[in-house]
């Protein structure tokens, strides 16, 4: 027997968020119902918001609900001429935080898994060596995750760069293997930034 | 520098969700953005509607978007003169899955915590009295979970049915001690309301 369909609705559809069962998909549609009704209307505008609204920045790719984000902007990240090569948004706020970078990024939205069917274009490097070529920048910084597969995308990115003689670097030190960028506390990824090495072929 | 305020506010109303952090709400905006927008357009309307249209029962308070729930409404439970009174909506949805009661429910939405202002009137027991009053049962289950609280409360609402000269039993059998009603076992849960035990004072 169905009490009511709008509350078993708003269970099933809170299980779209990752690591929400179907025991804690029920406690949150309690919690909003008997405790936060007004946190629950502005939930609802904001997702609405947000799926709507925000698309990916037409230079860097990361999300933003302007055609061109904040850092790309900027004339001041813009005259500072080093790139910083991400895989995702999180890991901006991550770099961001450490203070140690006033230049711009570039965010993959991932990194190449061919397996898994994502290649080049499928992380944007078809929209980054667009801006090599009209751009001229003074140093690529990959700041992939020490994984397998940052290593391997940041290789290729860096391959990519040959025939543009730019100054390319991988950031090294600190980062634990298999770890990820956006878990490193701040000082570790000050670290890594200073201890950053070439990588040109 | 903030990227894109839509993000930031979509994060920051993903915490009015209990259990999740700031690191869950970035991980679940991302996901949303990235993976699943249709889905997160869904889970907007979903706590929209059910914020804005689910109320509680005039009989039995549970959470439904009918003035009267579909439980209250069912001749077939009406004829049937128990009522089971629980802690909370998700009680009789574990109670219901057990197969092994067909009367009616009464929601306490809680259970009586003097020392935080929980007194009869905020668990509904002027409800409940006016029920008592109004309507003929043959027999009341107290069904609150098994804890100091749930089973003052039990106590508190035997006393209240003693004019009324109704049989009041409580559920007993197999439930852990300190344990919540909604995370036991169909089993167990049968168990106890089979073996419930007179609580006639
Ligand atoms: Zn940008
Ligand atoms: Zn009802």
Redesign the interface.
Known sequence: ???????E??I???R????VGPK?A?????????R??A????????????????DHCELCR????EKV???CK?PRRQANGQLCVVE???D??AV?QTGQFSGRYFVL?GHLSPLDGIGPREIGLDVLQQRLESESFYEIILATNPTIEGDATANYIAEMCLPYNIKVTRIAHGIPVGGELEMVDGTTLSHSFVGRRDLNL
């Open positions: 027997m169905q009490i009511s369909p709008l509350l609705n708003l099933e559809s809170l779209v968020l990752p690591g804690s029920q406690r949150m549609a309690y919690h909003l119902l008997q936060n009704r946190g629950g209307i502005n939930l609802a505008k904001a997702v609405e918001e947000a799926m709507t609204h925000i990361t999300f933003t609900e984000c904040n850092i900027n995702t948004p999180a901006i706020q961001e939205m």
